[in-house]
T-cell receptor, first 112, second 113 residues
Framework: GIQVEQSPPDLILQEGANSTLRCNFS?????LQWFHQNPWGQLINLFY???GTKQNGRLSATTVATERYSLLYISSSQTTDSGVYFC??????????????FGSGTRLQVQP | AAGVIQSPRHLIKEKRETATLKCYPI?????VYWYQQGPGQDPQFLIS???????DKGSIPDRFSAQQFSDYHSELNMSSLELGDSALYFC????????????FGPGTRLTVT
Protein backbone atom coordinates (compact mmCIF):
# COMPACT_ATOMS: atom_id res chain seq x y z
CA GLY A 1 0.00 0.00 0.00
CA ILE A 2 0.89 3.66 -0.13
CA GLN A 3 3.27 4.88 2.57
CA VAL A 4 2.77 8.34 4.07
CA GLU A 5 5.38 10.10 6.15
CA GLN A 6 4.84 13.37 7.97
CA SER A 7 7.38 15.64 9.52
CA PRO A 8 8.09 16.93 12.03
CA PRO A 9 6.26 14.60 14.44
CA ASP A 10 6.05 17.30 17.09
CA LEU A 11 6.23 21.07 16.92
CA ILE A 12 6.04 23.75 19.60
CA LEU A 13 5.53 27.34 18.52
CA GLN A 14 5.04 30.69 20.14
CA GLU A 15 1.87 32.48 19.17
CA GLY A 16 2.43 34.51 16.01
CA ALA A 17 5.12 32.24 14.56
CA ASN A 18 4.95 30.59 11.15
CA SER A 19 5.45 26.90 10.40
CA THR A 20 5.68 24.40 7.55
CA LEU A 21 4.49 20.80 7.84
CA ARG A 22 5.56 18.23 5.27
CA CYS A 23 3.94 15.09 3.88
CA ASN A 24 5.80 12.62 1.66
CA PHE A 25 4.00 9.77 -0.06
CA SER A 26 5.33 6.74 -1.87
CA UNK A 27 3.11 6.42 -4.95
CA UNK A 28 0.98 8.46 -7.31
CA UNK A 29 -2.30 9.58 -5.79
CA UNK A 30 -5.44 11.33 -6.95
CA UNK A 31 -6.61 12.33 -3.49
CA LEU A 32 -4.65 14.22 -0.90
CA GLN A 33 -6.30 15.88 2.07
CA TRP A 34 -5.03 17.80 5.08
CA PHE A 35 -6.95 17.58 8.35
CA HIS A 36 -6.74 19.24 11.73
CA GLN A 37 -7.79 17.06 14.64
CA ASN A 38 -8.83 19.26 17.53
CA PRO A 39 -8.54 18.33 21.20
CA TRP A 40 -12.10 16.98 21.12
CA GLY A 41 -11.14 14.49 18.44
CA GLN A 42 -12.97 16.05 15.51
CA LEU A 43 -11.28 15.82 12.12
CA ILE A 44 -11.59 19.15 10.37
CA ASN A 45 -11.10 19.24 6.61
CA LEU A 46 -8.47 21.84 5.79
CA PHE A 47 -7.65 21.20 2.15
CA TYR A 48 -8.39 18.81 -0.65
CA UNK A 49 -5.25 19.26 -2.72
CA UNK A 50 -4.07 16.40 -4.97
CA UNK A 51 -2.01 18.97 -6.86
CA GLY A 52 -1.37 22.70 -6.98
CA THR A 53 -1.66 25.40 -4.35
CA LYS A 54 -4.58 26.58 -2.26
CA GLN A 55 -4.99 29.19 0.44
CA ASN A 56 -7.58 29.65 3.14
CA GLY A 57 -6.94 32.54 5.50
CA ARG A 58 -3.75 31.93 7.46
CA LEU A 59 -3.37 28.44 6.02
CA SER A 60 -2.08 27.44 2.64
CA ALA A 61 -1.03 24.15 1.06
CA THR A 62 1.01 23.06 -1.92
CA THR A 63 1.21 19.61 -3.45
CA VAL A 64 3.88 18.67 -5.99
CA ALA A 65 2.43 15.42 -7.25
CA THR A 66 5.34 14.60 -9.56
CA GLU A 67 7.72 14.71 -6.59
CA ARG A 68 5.25 13.08 -4.20
CA TYR A 69 5.11 15.61 -1.42
CA SER A 70 2.78 18.19 0.04
CA LEU A 71 3.38 21.13 2.36
CA LEU A 72 1.02 22.83 4.79
CA TYR A 73 1.88 26.38 5.82
CA ILE A 74 0.51 27.97 8.96
CA SER A 75 1.16 31.67 9.35
CA SER A 76 0.70 33.85 12.44
CA SER A 77 -0.18 30.81 14.52
CA GLN A 78 -2.79 31.04 17.27
CA THR A 79 -3.39 28.86 20.31
CA THR A 80 -6.51 27.51 18.60
CA ASP A 81 -4.25 26.00 15.92
CA SER A 82 -3.02 23.47 18.46
CA GLY A 83 -3.81 19.84 17.75
CA VAL A 84 -2.72 17.14 15.36
CA TYR A 85 -2.40 17.75 11.64
CA PHE A 86 -2.89 14.74 9.42
CA CYS A 87 -2.06 14.29 5.78
CA UNK A 88 -4.07 11.53 4.07
CA UNK A 89 -3.74 10.20 0.54
CA UNK A 90 -5.77 7.90 -1.66
CA UNK A 91 -5.63 6.42 -5.10
CA UNK A 92 -8.67 5.53 -7.11
CA UNK A 93 -8.37 2.26 -9.00
CA UNK A 94 -10.69 0.39 -11.29
CA UNK A 95 -11.29 -2.02 -8.44
CA UNK A 96 -12.87 0.85 -6.58
CA UNK A 97 -10.32 1.26 -3.85
CA UNK A 98 -10.62 4.83 -2.66
CA UNK A 99 -9.73 4.60 1.02
CA UNK A 100 -7.47 7.19 2.55
CA UNK A 101 -4.14 6.25 4.10
CA PHE A 102 -3.18 8.60 6.88
CA GLY A 103 0.25 9.70 7.98
CA SER A 104 1.20 9.58 11.65
CA GLY A 105 0.47 13.27 12.02
CA THR A 106 2.27 16.34 13.31
CA ARG A 107 1.35 17.30 16.85
CA LEU A 108 1.38 21.10 17.08
CA GLN A 109 1.33 23.04 20.30
CA VAL A 110 1.03 26.83 20.11
CA GLN A 111 1.97 28.58 23.32
CA PRO A 112 0.65 32.04 24.26
CA ALA B 1 -24.35 22.92 4.43
CA ALA B 2 -25.33 19.46 5.59
CA GLY B 3 -22.56 17.37 7.08
CA VAL B 4 -22.04 13.72 7.90
CA ILE B 5 -24.02 12.70 10.96
CA GLN B 6 -22.94 9.97 13.32
CA SER B 7 -24.75 8.50 16.27
CA PRO B 8 -24.29 7.99 19.06
CA ARG B 9 -21.43 10.41 19.77
CA HIS B 10 -20.36 8.48 22.85
CA LEU B 11 -20.91 4.85 23.76
CA ILE B 12 -19.80 2.81 26.74
CA LYS B 13 -20.01 -0.97 26.55
CA GLU B 14 -18.68 -3.89 28.52
CA LYS B 15 -16.48 -6.65 27.17
CA ARG B 16 -18.31 -9.24 25.08
CA GLU B 17 -21.26 -6.90 24.44
CA THR B 18 -22.35 -5.70 21.02
CA ALA B 19 -22.51 -2.17 19.62
CA THR B 20 -24.09 -0.55 16.59
CA LEU B 21 -22.80 2.71 15.18
CA LYS B 22 -24.82 4.69 12.65
CA CYS B 23 -23.74 7.04 9.89
CA TYR B 24 -25.85 9.36 7.74
CA PRO B 25 -23.82 10.61 4.77
CA ILE B 26 -24.13 14.00 3.14
CA UNK B 27 -27.26 13.97 0.93
CA UNK B 28 -26.55 12.66 -2.61
CA UNK B 29 -23.16 11.24 -1.62
CA UNK B 30 -22.93 7.67 -2.92
CA UNK B 31 -19.89 6.34 -1.04
CA VAL B 32 -19.49 5.76 2.69
CA TYR B 33 -16.27 4.85 4.51
CA TRP B 34 -15.59 3.71 8.07
CA TYR B 35 -12.32 4.43 9.89
CA GLN B 36 -11.07 3.45 13.34
CA GLN B 37 -8.68 5.62 15.35
CA GLY B 38 -7.12 4.07 18.44
CA PRO B 39 -5.64 6.25 21.21
CA GLY B 40 -2.60 8.13 19.95
CA GLN B 41 -2.85 6.57 16.50
CA ASP B 42 -3.84 7.71 13.05
CA PRO B 43 -7.20 6.68 11.55
CA GLN B 44 -7.22 3.27 9.88
CA PHE B 45 -9.60 2.31 7.08
CA LEU B 46 -12.11 -0.42 7.92
CA ILE B 47 -14.61 -0.76 5.07
CA SER B 48 -16.39 1.22 2.36
CA UNK B 49 -19.63 1.05 0.40
CA UNK B 50 -20.46 2.42 -3.02
CA UNK B 51 -24.11 2.57 -4.02
CA UNK B 52 -25.00 0.19 -1.18
CA UNK B 53 -22.50 -2.46 -2.25
CA UNK B 54 -19.31 -3.20 -0.35
CA UNK B 55 -16.55 -1.47 -2.25
CA ASP B 56 -13.37 -2.19 -0.35
CA LYS B 57 -12.22 -3.76 2.86
CA GLY B 58 -9.38 -2.74 5.11
CA SER B 59 -8.30 -4.01 8.50
CA ILE B 60 -11.78 -4.81 9.77
CA PRO B 61 -11.99 -7.62 12.34
CA ASP B 62 -14.27 -10.57 11.56
CA ARG B 63 -16.29 -9.58 14.64
CA PHE B 64 -17.33 -6.41 12.84
CA SER B 65 -19.79 -6.14 10.00
CA ALA B 66 -21.29 -3.23 8.15
CA GLN B 67 -23.94 -2.47 5.60
CA GLN B 68 -25.43 0.42 3.71
CA PHE B 69 -29.19 0.74 3.48
CA SER B 70 -31.53 1.91 0.72
CA ASP B 71 -31.56 5.44 2.18
CA TYR B 72 -27.72 5.39 2.03
CA HIS B 73 -27.21 5.46 5.76
CA SER B 74 -24.72 2.91 7.04
CA GLU B 75 -24.33 0.91 10.23
CA LEU B 76 -21.24 -0.67 11.73
CA ASN B 77 -22.05 -3.64 13.91
CA MET B 78 -19.47 -4.77 16.43
CA SER B 79 -19.83 -7.98 18.41
CA SER B 80 -17.89 -9.66 21.22
CA LEU B 81 -16.33 -6.33 22.09
CA GLU B 82 -12.78 -6.30 23.40
CA LEU B 83 -10.90 -3.67 25.38
CA GLY B 84 -8.81 -2.99 22.28
CA ASP B 85 -11.92 -1.91 20.37
CA SER B 86 -12.01 1.29 22.42
CA ALA B 87 -11.45 3.96 19.82
CA LEU B 88 -12.89 6.81 17.82
CA TYR B 89 -14.92 5.57 14.87
CA PHE B 90 -15.29 7.93 11.96
CA CYS B 91 -17.65 7.74 9.05
CA UNK B 92 -16.90 9.68 5.88
CA UNK B 93 -18.76 10.17 2.63
CA UNK B 94 -17.91 11.26 -0.88
CA UNK B 95 -19.58 11.82 -4.23
CA UNK B 96 -18.27 9.97 -7.27
CA UNK B 97 -17.67 11.87 -10.44
CA UNK B 98 -16.91 15.20 -8.80
CA UNK B 99 -13.74 14.84 -6.78
CA UNK B 100 -12.42 12.20 -4.47
CA UNK B 101 -12.68 14.41 -1.40
CA UNK B 102 -13.96 12.65 1.69
CA UNK B 103 -16.01 14.48 4.29
CA PHE B 104 -15.73 13.18 7.83
CA GLY B 105 -18.35 13.03 10.53
CA PRO B 106 -17.70 14.04 14.15
CA GLY B 107 -16.97 10.45 15.17
CA THR B 108 -18.32 8.04 17.78
CA ARG B 109 -16.14 7.51 20.82
CA LEU B 110 -16.51 3.90 21.93
CA THR B 111 -15.23 2.88 25.35
CA VAL B 112 -15.15 -0.80 26.25
CA THR B 113 -14.79 -1.56 29.95
Amino acid sequence: GIQVEQSPPDLILQEGANSTLRCNFSDSVNNLQWFHQNPWGQLINLFYIPSGTKQNGRLSATTVATERYSLLYISSSQTTDSGVYFCAVGRYMDTGRRALTFGSGTRLQVQP
Amino acid sequence: AAGVIQSPRHLIKEKRETATLKCYPIPRHDTVYWYQQGPGQDPQFLISFYEKMQSDKGSIPDRFSAQQFSDYHSELNMSSLELGDSALYFCASSLSGSSYEQYFGPGTRLTVT
